[in-house]
């Protein structure tokens, strides 16, 4: 997951879009959340259908380089996009008497490109407060569907000032998922998880904070990111594999830009450095060696998959190697 920014640019229009007779889809689901119940008569589910319109898709796709926003995997490859509410629309899971946040269910501000793996329920069952990751894999299951868990007050219709709200969810157009997730990458032990940030993610103030618990206090992991990476999925298999797959690629290319760079050492330090065959190959290398840091930086590119995870293993790299001139 990367941080991504929206811009300036205008919603989609379909997203205020009228029908013939005038109404807009907020206006004709506040109608619908408000019309008078007869006893024992059930409201019905509002069919929302602004946010699945064309050019919603394809601002998203744009924003998002065709990647979920959670997973950053390619999901054109595996299936049609689901334009996912992050804020979900029709229900709060865990919350039944909560109806979803239907008054922000065609705001710009609240729609995501996604996978459906990361998107749709896999078994889940309700979100719990806690850093543990052994819990919180034992609790929970994978798929966001309507989980939307949170600290504070939960908003109600129509309010839009969510300040009371403390999302347990990341949104990478809000967020910077950096501080809360990384890679299992040091030390040579990279295995392709996303594992939480060790942060100070809560004031000991707030009045929530006794929610966490001991361990919290003990551990100091974002739970934000421990619960994000559960609820969305980040550590499915497919998913490792693919990032195992990135590390390996990354690898290949560290161990290819440093041992050329042993070449070009040990090329200047001999006897032949002055001769011009020599000076032309050293040039050739070096050159050979940009190209190769060059395909390892667009790795890192927004536009790549699992760019997040390129960009975190080559900043371990260049940190390795400057400990490495410090040590000489």
């Known amino acids: 997951m990367r941080s991504v ?9 379909s997203l205020m879009s009228t029908k013939k007779d005038g109404t807009t889809e907020l206006e004709r689901v506040r109608a619908h959340m408000t019309k008078p119940l007869k006893p024992n008569e059930k409201r019905e589910s509002f069919k929302f259908s602004v946010y ?15 990647k979920c926003a959670y997973c950053e995997s390619f999901y054109a490859s595996q299936a049609p996009v689901d334009v996912e509410h992050y804020r979900p629309k029709g229900a709060v899971e865990g919350e039944h008497q909560h109806p979803g946040y239907w008054w922000v269910a065609m705001d710009w501000e609240n729609l ?38 949170i600290l504070g007050v939960r908003s109600l219709a129509e309010n839009k000032n969510f300040s009371q709200e403390k999302p347990l969810l ?26 939480p940030q060790m942060i100070h993610d809560v004031d000991e103030n707030n009045h929530d904070y ?28 497919k998913l490792v594999q ?15 830009v440093v041992e050329l760079g042993t070449i070009i050492q040990n090329l200047n330090n001999s006897e032949l450095n002055n001769f011009p065959d020599v000076i032309n190959a050293i040039k050739s290398i070096k050159l050979l060696q940009e190209k190769i840091l060059t395909e390892m930086r667009n790795l890192t590119m927004p536009h790549a998959p699992f760019s997040s995870l390129a960009k975190a293993y080559l900043d371990d790299f260049k940190d390795r190697l400057r400990a490495e001139l410090l040590n000489i």
């Open 112 to 149: 995501l490109p996604s996978c459906i793996d990361c998107n749709r329920r896999r078994k889940q069952i309700i979100p719990v407060v806690v850093n543990n990751m052994r819990q919180l894999h034992q609790n929970m299951q994978t798929g966001k569907k309507d989980s939307f868990p």
């Open 242 to 256: 693919e990032r195992i797959s990135l590390i390996n690629r990354m690898r290949f290319l560290e161990e290819v």
């Open 5 to 13: 920014k929206r811009g300036n640019k205008p919603p989609p229009p």
């Open 210 to 237: 006794a929610m966490l618990g001991q361990e919290r206090l003990e551990r100091n992991i974002s739970i934000r990111g421990a619960i994000s990476i559960q609820v969305y999925g980040l550590n499915r298999i």
């Open 170 to 195: 990341l949104d990478p157009t809000r967020d910077n998922p950096s501080e809360h997730i990384t890679y299992c990458i040091k030390n040579d032990n990279a295995v392709g998880l996303i594992i």
């Open 52 to 66: 699945k319109s064309d050019d919603v898709k394809k601002r998203l796709e744009e924003l998002f380089h065709g």
